[in-house]
Nanobody, 123 residues
Framework: QVQLVESGGGLVQAGGSLRLSCAASGRTFSTYAMGWFRQAPGKEREFVAAVSAYGYSTLYADSVKGRFTISRDIGRNTVYLQMNSLKPEDTAVYYC????????????????WGQGTQVTVSS
């Protein structure tokens, strides 16, 4: 079993930066693909970024490519999402998710989810 807890959300001005963290439990953390998803009110849940098991590769949605960076610290059982050049359209609840592999995680999410953290970008 994998348990996920997000943190780091908040209110930022357009053009600013924010770093989200996802703390995971379990010794098998490094074998899971991890990702970030977001959902704005009235909209469908959207894939943002993912990192493969052991951190071998990363994937990004076109809307955030070049602005966001996903990384994982295996020693701390933590996945990060560094968000730069934030735009008002990035405003959403951001969720951390995990699955056995990237195919199970993208594009709709995996078997394990955190509770989410709110990101609000003002213009």
């Amino acid at each position: 079993q994998v348990q996920l807890v997000e943190s780091g959300g908040g209110l930022v001005q357009a053009g600013g930066s924010l770093r989200l963290s996802c703390a995971a439990s379990g010794r098998t953390f490094s074998t899971y693909a991890m990702g970030w998803f977001r959902q704005a009110p009235g909209k469908e849940r959207e894939f943002v970024a993912a990192v493969s098991a052991y951190g071998y590769s990363t994937l990004y949605a076109d809307s955030v490519k070049g602005r966001f960076t996903i990384s994982r610290d295996i020693g701390r059982n933590t996945v990060y999402l560094q968000m730069n050049s934030l735009k008002p359209e990035d405003t959403a609840v951001y969720y951390c998710a995990a699955d056995r592999n990237l195919r199970g995680l993208i594009p709709t999410g995996g078997d394990y989810w955190g509770q989410g953290t709110q990101v609000t970008v003002s213009s």
